[in-house]
């Protein structure tokens, strides 16, 4: 499954933007796909996921602005931010897997199945 992402780029404080994470194919009909980031220097955070049945969650960070959707007949994935802030500055990676594991273990080192090259959001303040 190739992942390719889009949508990023620079906005001041309190601006909207909105990533495209186009998908080759869906990655099998059970399947949870998101968005994590990673700052310079920082750890990656969890932001978004949905699953093959329209569950979502939200990293407490993003909950109230950010939101993630699917188009399946375009199989893309897509996360609208709004009222940005300059701590949203960060690489934004879209990942596809069978299984929650990757949301539930980012912490500790998991990887997703697949991932996407990620587009970069920089915030100004």
């Known amino acids: 499954v190739l992942l390719v992402e889009s949508g990023g780029g620079s906005v001041q404080s309190g601006g909207s933007l909105r990533l495209s994470c186009a998908a080759s194919e869906w990655p099998y009909n059970t399947y949870v796909m998101g968005w994590y980031r990673q700052a310079p220097g920082q750890e990656r955070e969890r932001v978004a996921y949905i699953d093959a049945g329209g569950s979502t969650a939200y990293g407490d960070s993003v909950k109230g602005r950010f939101t993630i959707s699917q188009d399946n007949a375009k199989k893309t994935l897509y996360l609208q931010m709004n009222q940005l802030k300059a701590e949203d500055t960060a690489m934004y990676y879209c990942?596809?897997?069978?299984?929650?594991?990757?949301?539930?273990?980012?912490?500790?080192?998991?990887?997703?199945?697949?991932r996407g090259q990620g587009t970069q959001v920089t915030v100004s303040s």
């Open positions: 990942v596809a897997d069978t299984t929650y594991s990757w949301w539930l273990l980012l912490h500790q080192g998991a990887v997703a199945r697949f």
